[in-house]
């Protein structure tokens, strides 16, 4: 993703990211703890947050360090985000088999996201 994508998605992640973390600290926590799921969905928003807050570091560095790797590093960053804290958020509050095989295929791309960061950085002269 180019700079200003980045900068874009870190916003609305960061957003979200708080919106959803208050909702699930007060309105849901008490149906969150009956069902065992509240630190399940503590580890989703804690993850965003902090990809979020990576999102917005690349963004940055894109102004300093051209190249393919930073907007490879952007957009595994974003989607391992939606997939690993997304799938932990539905495992919350949808039992259907299958959505727990998303939130390793995330790891794998928030894994790639910080790997393609530091090539990026690493190619810097």
């Known amino acids: 993703m180019n700079q200003r994508n980045t900068l874009l998605a870190a916003s ?3 957003a979200l990211a708080v919106t959803i973390g208050a909702f699930g600290a007060h309105a849901l926590k008490p149906s969150l703890v009956a ?3 509240f630190e399940v969905y503590e580890l ?3 993850y965003q947050f ?3 807050l ?3 570091a690349i963004g940055i560095l894109q102004q300093f360090i051209p190249g393919k790797k930073l907007e ?3 957009l595994f960053m974003l989607i391992g985000t939606v997939f690993f804290s997304g799938s932990l958020y539905l495992l919350c509050f949808v039992t259907l088999g299958g959505i727990g095989i998303i939130t390793p295929i995330g ?3 928030l894994i790639l996201g910080w790997l393609f960061l ?3 950085i690493a190619a810097k002269k």
């Open 12 to 14: 609305v992640l960061g």
């Open 35 to 37: 069902a065992g799921k």
């Open 44 to 46: 989703a928003t804690r």
């Open 50 to 52: 902090y990809h979020t």
């Open 54 to 56: 990576a999102l917005l």
């Open 72 to 74: 490879y590093a952007s």
């Open 107 to 109: 790891g794998v791309f």
């Open 118 to 120: 530091l090539l990026g």
